[in-house]
């Protein structure tokens, strides 16, 4: 099945940004000082409240993509099922002939 890049393509900026935001929260993280606990519990409260809505944007463009999967499929059946009505008829117009 083939792989719908165009929306792929829309979709890598969005995934990109918030990869390299998480990715310069860690680096930052750890480059402080080592806080208290309730500082540093807090931190991670949010790095985790961060990771959870990118999961939920990455699993709502998961299920974008399945149902642009799942639409192609469905379009392929049918040109499939029109070709080989369109076979059937060409065959018995030549026979016919």
Known sequence: ???PWVQLIKLAPTI???TNDLRRRARRLGKQPQAGA???LQEL???LAQQAEG???LARQVEGLTEAATALRRSLLVA???GCGALLLALAA???V
């Open 45 to 47: 409260e949010t790095d």
């Open 94 to 96: 030549l026979f016919l």
């Open 38 to 40: 309730d500082a540093r």
């Open 55 to 57: 999961l939920h944007l």
């Open 80 to 82: 499939l099922g029109l």
């Open 1 to 3: 099945m083939p792989v």
């Open 16 to 18: 990109l940004s918030l």
